[in-house]
């Protein structure tokens, strides 16, 4: 007889991936694997969970393998088409929305939205804002429409569009914030072939340059889509806080600053723009 306990203990999995994956393939809450953990399972679940911790055991990411992943406290559906969602990626969620705290249906444009995490999860938060959401990839964008609907409903539609960062927007737009988590590891960087990474899109993982190249590239273009004071953030690599700020500062951002993530890694940095 084989039981939720067992699989538990007999596991080489990290046990909080075990868990995760049982859940997954019992359709168990938390509490059941504890409530529930003597009953016999099926051979069909078994051989199910077998599957999928073998799979991980290959290096397939967890969230990939359940099709979703929490950020910022919902649920977003993942695929291979899109970057996992990552709990330090929740500072620009929380930078936007104090940077548009004072605004009345603030215009907010996320920049390669990948799953749409960032965008849905400040549309979530602030229900009046008019967010914006822009991929190169087709097939992101459609992992991020479906987030939106299951997340906000038909009623504060994301707008979703296909462009390469500013070039296919109405230059007609302005934002009081623009966010992004752009694709920031350097090309040859040794993380891009291992762990997680190796298992997602590549193109947003690195420019395949010096890792600053899209960064330089929104900079130079978020000017002219930012309202007055508008502001501009963006998510980098750990080390690189003070080449982005130099950046910024050289397009006449003012108010230029970075935020450490909860690690105490410089993580965002952003600025105003005034002109």
């Given at each position: 007889?084989?039981?939720?306990?067992?699989?538990?203990r007999s596991?080489?999995?990290p046990?909080l991936?075990?868990?995760?994956?049982l859940?997954?393939?019992?359709?168990w809450r938390?509490t059941?694997?504890?409530?529930r953990?003597?009953?016999?399972?099926?051979?069909q679940s078994?051989?199910?969970?077998?599957?999928?911790a073998?799979r991980r055991?290959?290096?397939?990411?967890?969230?990939?393998?359940v099709g979703t992943?929490?950020?910022?406290?919902?649920?977003?559906?993942v695929t291979p088409?899109?970057?996992i969602?990552?709990?330090?990626?929740e500072?620009?969620?929380e930078?936007?929305l104090?940077?548009?705290?004072g605004?009345s249906?603030?215009r907010v444009?996320?920049?390669?939205t990948?799953s749409g995490?960032?965008a849905v999860a400040?549309a979530?938060s602030?229900?009046d804002a008019q967010v914006?959401?822009?991929?190169q990839?087709a097939?992101?964008?459609?992992v991020?429409a479906?987030?939106?609907?299951k997340?906000?409903?038909g009623?504060?539609?994301?707008?979703f569009l296909q462009?390469?960062?500013?070039?296919a927007?109405?230059?007609?737009l302005?934002?009081?914030?623009i966010?992004?988590?752009?694709?920031?590891i350097?090309?040859h960087d040794p993380?891009?072939?291992e762990?997680?990474?190796r298992f997602?899109p590549?193109?947003?993982?690195?420019?395949e340059a010096?890792?600053?190249?899209?960064?330089?590239?929104i900079?130079?273009s978020a000017?002219f889509f930012?309202a007055t004071?508008?502001?501009?953030w963006?998510?980098?690599?750990?080390?690189?806080?003070?080449?982005v700020r130099t950046?910024?500062?050289?397009?006449g951002?003012s108010?230029?600053?970075?935020?450490r993530?909860?690690?105490g890694?410089e993580?965002?940095?952003?600025g105003?723009?005034?002109a």
């Open positions: 007889m084989t039981t939720a306990a067992e699989l538990l596991s080489t999995l046990p991936e075990t868990r995760i994956l859940e997954h393939v019992l359709g938390r059941e694997l504890i409530t953990d003597a009953e016999e399972l099926d051979a078994v051989g199910r969970f077998e599957a999928l073998q055991m290959n290096g397939e990411p967890v969230a990939q393998l992943r929490e950020f910022f406290g919902l649920p977003f559906d088409d899109v970057l969602p990552r709990p330090e990626t500072l620009l969620v930078i936007a104090a940077k548009i705290a605004i249906a603030p444009l996320d920049l390669g990948g995490a960032i400040i979530c602030r229900r914006w959401a822009v991929d990839s097939k992101a964008l459609e991020a479906r987030n939106a609907a997340l906000l409903g009623d504060r539609p994301v707008n462009s390469n960062w500013t070039e927007l109405d230059p007609a302005r934002f009081d914030a966010v992004s988590n752009p694709p920031y350097a090309q993380h891009l072939s762990g997680d990474l997602e590549r193109t947003a993982l690195t420019d010096d890792g600053l190249s899209a960064i330089r590239t900079i130079q000017p930012l004071n508008g502001v501009l963006l998510e980098h690599g750990y080390d690189q806080a003070a080449e950046l910024l500062t050289a397009r951002f108010d230029v600053r970075s935020e993530d909860l690690a890694i993580r965002a940095s952003g105003v723009f005034a």
